[in-house]
């Protein structure tokens, strides 16, 4: 939307106002029906809005060849991602004797949630060692994963905290030109621009920042900010400190990475 202004001959305004807004989603398979309970698989059931279906179920075969297939859901899905895009813009144009000025700064608002996570439903690992002839040692081909599959006898997994990450951030720009006629045979064309962006932060206290210097866990402020870490946090970590609601939400302090999520920390 644009609104455009003559305040006299050698004045005018500009005013624009934009949004745009991008959604792609994609879901695995049964998103809506939760097997786990239909399988009576116990324990923490991470069923939810889209976040059906199985886990992923690895059939880990070291013979060549690959016996089985893995069956359940993908990794990564489901995956919701929005961009929203605010932009606010201004300009003005002044000509004044041998000069066309033009002057300008832009606002934008970048709003980017998601939901794409790597183990929304869990997955699991079983391989054939686990039921090989004991003296036929590891990495023989005398046990199968299938068999580990069916006496429940699991090699690993892992599952991943199912949060909707709310990523925002702020830009500014700012400009200045100037197109000044010389001579007749002559014109000069000057101009700036500066951009600024903000960091990256999460709206609402979702994300953390891990800092090896201190081996703290930072968390900033927001309305989930005293959410619950994964189960396992503390016995896994019995070193690292957690620091809840630190500073705004861009914790972005040096030598940092981002910490993860999953519950198999």
Do not use: C
């Given at each position: 939307m644009s609104y455009t202004r003559v305040w006299k001959p050698s004045i005018i305004s500009e005013t624009r106002v934009g949004f745009s807004r991008l959604v792609t989603s994609r879901v695995g398979a049964n998103p809506n029906t939760d097997e786990f309970k239909a399988l009576g698989i116990g324990g923490y059931d991470p069923v939810g809005a889209l976040n059906g279906g199985l886990p992923q179920i690895h059939f880990n075969d070291t013979t060549d060849t690959q016996r089985y297939s893995q069956i359940g859901a993908n990794d990564w899905l489901p995956s919701k991602e929005f961009s929203n895009v605010w932009d606010f813009i201004q300009n003005v144009a002044i000509n004044k004797g041998g000069h066309a000025l033009k002057f300008g700064g832009e606002y934008r608002i970048i709003k980017l949630p998601f939901f794409q996570v790597p183990y929304p439903h869990g997955e699991l690992n079983l391989n054939q060692n686990d039921t090989a002839l004991p003296q036929v040692g590891p990495n023989a081909s005398s046990g199968d994963p299938m068999a580990s599959f069916l006496l429940g006898v699991v090699n690993g997994g892992q599952i991943s905290t199912t949060n909707f990450i709310s990523t925002q951030k702020i830009g500014w720009a700012f400009y200045g030109q100037d197109d000044w006629k010389v001579t007749p045979k002559l014109t000069v064309s000057l101009g700036l621009r500066y951009e600024l962006f903000?960091?990256?932060?999460?709206?609402?206290?979702?994300?953390?920042?891990?800092?090896?210097?201190?081996?703290?866990?930072?968390?900033?402020?927001?309305?989930?900010?005293?959410?619950?870490?994964?189960?396992?946090?503390?016995?896994?970590?019995?070193?690292?400190?957690?620091?809840?609601?630190?500073?705004?939400?861009?914790?972005?302090?040096?030598?940092?990475?981002?910490?993860?999520?999953?519950?198999?920390?």
């Amino acid at each position: 939307m644009s609104y455009t202004r003559v305040w006299k001959p050698s004045i005018i305004s500009e005013t624009r106002v934009g949004f745009s807004r991008l959604v792609t989603s994609r879901v695995g398979a049964n998103p809506n029906t939760d097997e786990f309970k239909a399988l009576g698989i116990g324990g923490y059931d991470p069923v939810g809005a889209l976040n059906g279906g199985l886990p992923q179920i690895h059939f880990n075969d070291t013979t060549d060849t690959q016996r089985y297939s893995q069956i359940g859901a993908n990794d990564w899905l489901p995956s919701k991602e929005f961009s929203n895009v605010w932009d606010f813009i201004q300009n003005v144009a002044i000509n004044k004797g041998g000069h066309a000025l033009k002057f300008g700064g832009e606002y934008r608002i970048i709003k980017l949630p998601f939901f794409q996570v790597p183990y929304p439903h869990g997955e699991l690992n079983l391989n054939q060692n686990d039921t090989a002839l004991p003296q036929v040692g590891p990495n023989a081909s005398s046990g199968d994963p299938m068999a580990s599959f069916l006496l429940g006898v699991v090699n690993g997994g892992q599952i991943s905290t199912t949060n909707f990450i709310s990523t925002q951030k702020i830009g500014w720009a700012f400009y200045g030109q100037d197109d000044w006629k010389v001579t007749p045979k002559l014109t000069v064309s000057l101009g700036l621009r500066y951009e600024l962006f903000s960091p990256f932060d999460e709206r609402f206290g979702r994300q953390s920042n891990f800092v090896f210097d201190n081996l703290t866990l930072y968390v900033p402020k927001g309305k989930d900010q005293n959410a619950a870490l994964p189960p396992n946090f503390a016995t896994a970590f019995p070193n690292v400190k957690v620091s809840l609601a630190a500073a705004g939400p861009m914790v972005t302090p040096v030598s940092t990475i981002i910490f993860g999520s999953e519950a198999t920390l």
